[in-house]
């Protein structure tokens, strides 16, 4: 097919390729050195197999290329151009490495001849997210006389098969040079040819089967607690009910729910009584939301076995170098009919976990109670008095409790009690997120997290993407507005695209206000820390959301939240919460 470009050729080959491999989504920023890429992508969107994302921002776009990829389990492939073009994508490919998200980078770039030689637009460009990707090729220019179709696809089966690795999934980068021409214009009999040869050698798209992982089994006996960092998912629940052990499951984990669970645990692993008879720990997934728990893994005086499940994560979790076994799966013994004292013991220390979180869950209630009174609840039987004076004590008891400064226990609570299984949520690396994992009761809702390096740059666009993904879903975005305004570039949708149904809910303090809690905060002058850490703005959050087409809501007491919360409408949204620094 000489007439047809060999880029325009090969782009066919490879994306025709990662789509036969199971690829749905392609997000694609736009620029002249990977206009073959971008052309073929638009062509093969056309036929309904795969869609089409094209974003302005490569670092929006990578993001959405992440939240995609999280909520589908299936690699997204993202495209650029040369260049900083590139560098824009390292933030998540980097959360991508450190969650085990599957990725697969597509960044075009100069030929050998142009490279090392101050050509425009040309940088090192292989290899240039290190030891964050799964897998890196720098690919030599496609030439008239090859054989590009063969090479497109079987790139395309070697990069998906590594990008989805059961035990190691996480971003491919194919580095492509081009040469001219970068693109060529391909008729109606040529885009069926190109089609054809992308298919070609059907055997080579079967997927390596994935091998079984047999669990070790856990003996019952030692007092033990499981512990489910972000992204541990059902298996930890399933093995602390079967264990009959105590589950600390934080907000992300996937696990957060069951008879098990226990609530307060940063109070709770402050208190010796129990944390003395600790003997033994499980842990699934990445706990990332508390400082007690590392503590606890690393404090070698106590002599707790720790046992990690290793999971898809591409590091081990290991504070202080001090966990026991690293194992690929756990069972738990079954009960021994002859000797059920095992079992007695493990009832006894579930019981006691579970009625000191009770304890400590009532103590908060009641605490957040007193300091904002106006939040109770009125007395039903006022309202059904026919004593005038009684009606009106009601409904100033209801007028307080609606018109009640919104605080960021309510905020979360809220967002909590409005989202269902069937829906999304993702929230931010911010003080809401530590408040939610604080107290909010378990519940089965889907709950994503970048917390991989717990970052927060790309999360509306990590949103928008599971959004997409999981449309028509609701999905919502708890954030604070530094993170908000981080990420601000992400609400551009390309014209005519899908506009999902999302919620950006912005906790609004004025700044980082996470930074007060921290000991800085007691070191460091009052000026210093507004200046370089709260960081304070005066942004305009409804002319953002106007610039950007987004339909927005201001919230400054509950019933304005509980409004705004059930009336999410088809599009998307910007909720603007106000809270107290």
Do not use: C
Not at 443 to 453: M, S
Not at 482 to 509: C, K, W, Y
């Amino acid at each position: 097919m000489p007439e047809v470009a060999p880029s325009t050729r090969f782009a066919f080959s490879l994306l025709g390729g990662l789509i036969r491999q199971g690829v749905r989504d392609i997000v694609l920023a736009p620029g002249a050195r990977s206009q073959a890429l971008a052309l073929a992508a638009e062509r093969l969107a056309r036929l309904g197999d795969v869609r089409l994302h094209v974003r302005i921002d490569e670092r929006a776009a990578g993001f959405l290329g992440l939240g995609l990829s999280i909520e589908t389990g299936v690699p997204t492939v993202v495209i650029t151009t040369s260049g900083t073009a590139v560098a824009n994508l390292h933030p998540a490919v980097l959360e991508a490495h450190h969650s085990g998200v599957p990725l697969l980078i597509l960044t075009a770039d100069r030929p050998e001849e142009l490279r090392g030689i101050a050509s425009n637009q040309t940088t090192h460009q292989p290899d240039i997210f290190g030891f964050a990707s799964r897998w890196s090729t720098d690919e030599a220019s496609p030439m008239p006389e090859s054989d590009v179709e063969q090479r497109g696809l079987a790139l395309a089966v070697k990069a998906y098969s590594i990008a989805t690795d059961a035990q190691a999934p996480g971003p491919v980068h194919l580095n492509l040079a081009f040469r001219d021409p970068l693109s060529s214009s391909v008729t109606p009999e040529e885009f069926e040819g190109l089609l054809a040869a992308s298919s070609a050698k059907p055997e080579m798209l079967v997927p390596a089967p994935r091998p079984s992982v047999r669990p070790t089994e856990i003996l019952r006996g030692p007092r033990t607690i499981v512990i489910a960092g972000t992204g541990a998912g059902p298996e930890a629940e399933e093995i602390a009910h079967q264990g009959e052990w105590p589950l600390i499951a934080e907000i992300a984990s996937g696990a957060r729910y069951g008879r098990n669970l226990v609530l307060g645990y940063r109070e709770l692993l402050a208190q010796t009584d129990l944390v003395d008879q600790i003997q033994r720990i499980i842990i699934f997934g990445h706990p990332t939301l508390s400082r007690e728990i590392p503590a606890l893994v690393a404090d070698t005086e106590r002599g707790i076995e720790t046992i990690v499940i290793r999971g898809s994560l591409p590091e081990v979790y290991n504070p202080g170098h001090n966990v026991a076994r690293v194992l690929d799966g756990v069972s738990v013994a079954p009960k021994s009919a002859e000797d059920p004292g095992d079992s007695d013991d493990d009832r006894k220390w579930l019981g006691a976990w579970l009625t000191a979180s009770r304890a400590l869950v009532a103590e908060h209630e009641a605490a957040v109670l007193a300091a904002h009174p106006e939040t109770r609840a009125p007395d039903l039987t006022t309202a059904r008095s026919e004593t005038p004076a009684s009606q009106r004590t009601f409904v100033k008891a209801e007028l307080a409790a609606v018109r009640a400064t919104v605080t960021r226990d309510m905020l979360v609570t809220a967002v909590w009690r409005a989202s269902w299984p069937h829906d999304r949520l993702v929230l931010g690396a911010s003080r809401l997120i530590r408040v939610a994992d604080r107290w909010l009761p378990g519940k089965k809702v889907p709950v994503h997290a970048n917390r991989g390096l717990a970052g927060i740059d790309g999360t509306i666009s990590t949103g928008v993407g599971i959004a997409l993904a999981s449309a028509p879903a609701l999905t919502r975005v708890l954030l604070g507005d530094l993170a908000t305004l981080h990420d601000a570039g992400s609400m551009l949708f390309g014209r005519g695209e899908e506009r999902p149904r999302i919620q950006v809910i912005v906790g609004n303090d004025g700044g980082g206000s996470i930074f007060d809690l921290l000991e800085v905060a007691q070191s460091a002058s009052p000026e210093s820390v507004e200046r370089v850490l709260f960081t304070p703005h005066d942004v305009n959050f409804e002319s953002l959301a106007a610039a950007y087409g987004w339909h927005y809501v201001r919230v400054t007491n509950a019933g304005e939240l509980e409004r705004a919360l059930t009336g999410a409408g088809v599009g998307p949204a910007l909720v603007e919460v106000i809270l107290a620094r």
